[in-house]
């Protein structure tokens, strides 16, 4: 997706989440994680849901591209995998230290 496309612009209302997002697709290339797809409709998806983890909202590292399709494949196996069978996602790895440059973009939009 674009910027100038309305379902892109609509999904977030600007700022950090737009800036976030393209930097997640551009560093996986445009392409599906999960299948391999390349361009077409792409979203970015948080790995820790934003919902539980506020605080991994941004980072870079927290986030892959995904076609619509795996996208949606996704969030029902973390649906299954946690409300049917009460497995938890595995826990967040440590980060280090230093600031990452996507913490610094995303601080000051």
Known sequence: MTRTDERYVGKSGGGKADIWREMVYQRDRF??????????????????????????????????????????RAHLYHHLREKLLGVPLKRIPQEKNRKRPLDKTLANP
């Open 31 to 72: 392409r599906c994680q999960s299948c391999g797809a390349k361009g077409g409709e792409l979203e970015a998806h948080h790995i820790y849901p934003k919902e539980k983890y506020p605080e991994l909202d941004y980072k870079l590292w927290n986030g892959m591209t995904l076609c619509e399709d795996c996208h949606a």
